[in-house]
T-cell receptor
Framework: SQQGEEDPQALSIQEGENATMNCSYKTSINNLQWYRQNSGRGLVHLILIRSNEREKHSGRLRVTLDTSKKSSSLLITASRAADTASYFCALGGTSYGKLTFGQGTILTVHP | NAGVTQTPKFQVLKTGQSMTLQCAQDMNHEYMSWYRQDPGMGLRLIHYSVGAGITDQGEVPNGYNVSRSTTEDFPLRLLSAAPSQTSVYFC????????????FGSGTQLSVL
């Protein structure tokens, strides 16, 4: 089954800067989701964007989806040290009952 | 609400031993699943269930069994543990099998010696 490919693998920024993470995929999807994982913890759902949507916002998060390029980006504005975590994209609808995850981007926000 | 509860949090096994990882959710979710997370590999789906009595294989099912006798519980059984099964295991549930938002447990860290 296909998996999202995330870029970059690691990102290190200063507090207050914006962080952008990208996810590319190869086949059609129904939706694309982003999750956050703090060290040693379970994943937490951040946002879902459907295949017929181009942009979605939630607080300091902005997600875009370009189905023609088969790619999505997650933008975190005005990053905080508390945003330090791993971020995963997940592809939904490629196969009933299955949600496939990318390898993740490790974000470090320095105070 | 407790959400998704996994037990145990840590486990060490010897090669060849069997064990069951427990997962329970109190949100009346139809869908439940098991993932394993290995460094550099992201999360890989082991087995999933779209309702009581219904289970199916994910991406990496070999060496694992599941059953879903109730809506709340979805145990994962390791039949004969191998070092390659050393990993962090996550149980996750969703209201619908369309899987539009997964709720994760806190994970079980398993080491097989």
């Amino acid at each position: 089954s296909q998996q999202g490919e995330e870029d970059p693998q690691a990102l290190s920024i200063q507090e207050g800067e914006n962080a952008t993470m990208n996810c590319s995929y190869k086949t059609s999807i129904n939706n694309l989701q982003w999750y956050r994982q703090n060290s040693g913890r379970g994943l937490v759902h951040l946002i879902l964007i459907r295949s017929n949507e181009r942009e979605k916002h939630s607080g300091r998060l902005r997600v875009t989806l370009d189905t023609s390029k088969k790619s999505s980006s997650l933008l975190i504005t005005a990053s905080r040290a508390a945003d330090t975590a791993s971020y995963f994209c997940a592809l939904g609808g490629t196969s009933y009952g299955k949600l496939t995850f990318g390898q993740g981007t490790i974000l470090t926000v320095h105070p | 609400n407790a959400g998704v509860t996994q037990t145990p949090k840590f486990q060490v096994l010897k090669t060849g031993q069997s064990m069951t990882l427990q997962c329970a959710q109190d949100m009346n979710h139809e869908y439940m699943s098991w993932y394993r997370q290995d460094p550099g590999m992201g999360l890989r789906l082991i087995h999933y269930s779209v309702g009581a009595g219904i289970t199916d294989q994910g991406e990496v099912p070999n060496g694992y069994n599941v059953s879903r006798s109730t809506t709340e519980d979805f145990p994962l059984r390791l039949l004969s543990a191998a070092p390659s099964q050393t990993s962090v295991y996550f149980c996750a549930s969703s209201y619908l099998a369309g899987v539009e938002k997964l709720f994760f447990g806190s994970g079980t860290q398993l080491s097989v010696l």
